[in-house]
């Protein structure tokens, strides 16, 4: 019977456990992206309390790809030398951890980057912008950042890449027929879609190395009420990028459009029997495929994760918002204090990031005011 404080294998990557940090945004990099030594701290940290995959922030692999402000950046070579101190942390804490390579597409945005949003087809974005359809060349462009940005990461020494294809972020986009209404071989059906990031990982296979782990993050489901990517073709392209090799998929959900169901939800689970998000969904892969998933969205109980870990429902365990509010959560329930995450879900976190604060939990910080 599978336990989550043994190791597994998210293909040759090794990991001590079966819990992972799942990819936010801290807003703590410096204005051109580079790794600060708090982010850097910050992974360690995590690391140093027992989680056995750190995934990084989503950093943007091009210029015109940034979606929001102190956002980390791999887009160029400068960036290798913030990174290294980042994935070093990670390793002398015994953990170890991928890059999540992310492009924001129509969700970039211009008054940081300088630069008209680019997407699949021209949609507005959440300023009043309309992005720009790509053309070829773009296409080209993109992958051949993606692919420059894993041997980046690999050149800073970290375990792998996570190519983001999930919340609405540009390969997400070409993903959905909501947002992808090409007519050219990257628009259709499920595997014309899926050209991109069947491409994007051949890059990154070319550019790191046929051997470097490569992960990626979907959605189950847009959860849009215009025609989005649905359950089924989520599944469908689950297995054609199967068929590229990959180490694992993290299953998530949702886009800023989605209303309730965005990536990070604010409501509660009634039971913990209803906490993870996209338990029907990993089933339903678990089924279909023979490769390691990593599930994220809604998971506050560690009987929850040992659960799904036993009935085979996923192999990894991802959290995000409970390790804002606890860093030490994962090495709590190691010393067997097993009562449930503190987070509230209320996304009060991402609040400090806007004032230049960087991501952190309100009721900590407004705990610590008051004992000031």
């Not at 940081?112 to 997407?119: A, D, K, S, Y």
């Not at 994760?305 to 009935?311: G, Y």
């Not at 991802?318 to 503190?342: C, H, M």
């Amino acid at each position: 019977m599978p336990e989550l404080f043994e190791a597994a294998r998210l293909g040759a990557l090794e990991v001590k456990n079966r819990f992972v940090r799942s990819a936010t945004w801290e807003g703590i990099a410096e204005a051109d992206g580079r790794c600060t030594p708090p982010l850097a701290g910050m992974m360690g940290e995590l690391a140093a309390n027992e989680v056995g995959l750190v995934i990084t922030s989503h950093a943007y692999v091009s210029t015109e790809g940034q979606a929001g402000p102190w956002q980390l950046g791999i887009y160029n070579d400068e960036m290798i030398e913030g990174l290294s101190v980042m994935a070093k942390r990670v390793h002398d804490a015994g953990g170890k951890t991928v890059v999540q390579l992310a492009h924001a597409g129509c969700q970039a945005r211009s008054i940081l980057t300088g630069e008209t949003p680019i997407g699949p087809s021209p949609a507005q974005n959440a300023d009043d912008e309309t992005c720009r359809e790509m053309t070829h060349d773009d296409i080209d462009r993109v992958v051949e950042a993606f692919g420059q940005a894993a041997r980046r990461a690999k050149e800073a020494g970290f375990d792998g890449v996570q190519i983001h294809t999930a919340h609405g972020f540009l390969l997400s986009q070409f993903l959905s027929p909501a947002f992808n209404q090409r007519k050219d071989e990257y628009g259709g059906g499920p595997s014309n879609r899926a050209r991109i990031v069947c491409e994007t990982i051949d890059a990154v296979r070319e550019y790191a190395g046929p051997d470097f782990p490569v992960l990626i993050k979907i959605n189950a489901a847009d959860f849009l009420n215009s025609h989005g990517l649905t359950e089924e073709d989520s599944l469908e392209i689950c297995r054609i990028l199967g068929e590229k090799g990959l180490d694992g998929v993290e299953l998530s959900g949702g886009t800023r459009q989605s209303g309730k169901f965005i990536p990070s939800r604010t409501t509660q689970a009634a039971s913990p029997e209803a906490e993870p998000y996209y338990r029907d969904t990993a089933r339903k892969f678990k089924q279909m495929l023979d490769l390691p998933l990593i599930l994220v969205g809604g998971i506050r109980s560690f009987e929850v994760a040992q659960l799904l870990v036993e009935e085979g429902t996923a192999d990894f365990i991802a959290l995000a918002r409970p390790l804002v509010r606890e860093p030490n959560l994962v090495k709590r329930w190691k010393e067997g204090d097993t009562t449930p995450s503190q987070c509230l879900s209320d996304n009060l976190c991402f609040k400090p990031i806007f004032g230049g604060k960087g991501l952190s939990c309100h009721w900590i910080t407004k705990a610590a005011s008051r004992h000031a």
